[in-house]
Structures are given as C-alpha cells and as structure tokens.
C-alpha cells in the first residue's frame, strides 16, 4: 500500500528538481512548486506508514535548514507525521 504523504512528497520533490533544473523567468506569476507545496502546506494527508511519518519529518528539517521558519508548513507536516504515531488522521 502506497501512502499518500509519500506520493505528495515525491511529487513536490520532483516539482522543485525540475525547477532546479530549468529557472523560471522571474517574472512568471506561475507558483514554482504548484498543487504539490499547497497541499503539504494546507493539509497534507495523514501518514498511513512508517515511511510516509519519517518522509515528512526529513521534508521539514530540509526545509527548515534552506528555506528558514516556515511555521505554517512545519506545523501542518508535523501533525502529518505524528498521526502515523499516533494512529489516526488528524
């Protein structure tokens, strides 16, 4: 069984690689990251695996580490992560 955190996850990873990979001109109104970031960043589904509850926390401390505080982010990927541990959605 997939978890959905994780396919999330690997869909925004794959956003910001590609991103990387061609800049976008700097004036694009276009959201670099898309659907992917704001629905980690609104409400990210629950992490149903062990996986998917590490995948979040590993996502958070990168994002904290090059991106700065995030507090919206960070909280809503936590709660994601801890209902694995916690054994239900939040």
């Not at 996850?9 to 800049?23: D, G, M, T, V």
């Not at 992490?47 to 982010?73: D, I, N, P, W, Y």
């Amino acid at each position: 069984m997939t978890d959905p955190l994780v396919v999330l996850i690997n869909e925004y990873e794959a956003a910001k690689a590609a991103l990387i990979a061609s800049p976008r001109d700097d004036d694009s109104k276009e959201e670099p990251f898309g659907e992917a970031y704001a629905a980690l960043a609104d409400s990210p589904p629950a992490a149903t695996t062990l996986e998917g509850a590490v995948a979040a926390v590993r996502l958070v401390m990168h994002e904290e580490k090059t991106c700065g505080s995030q507090e919206e982010f960070t909280v809503t990927m936590l709660a994601a992560a801890l209902a694995y541990f916690d054994g239900g959605a939040t």
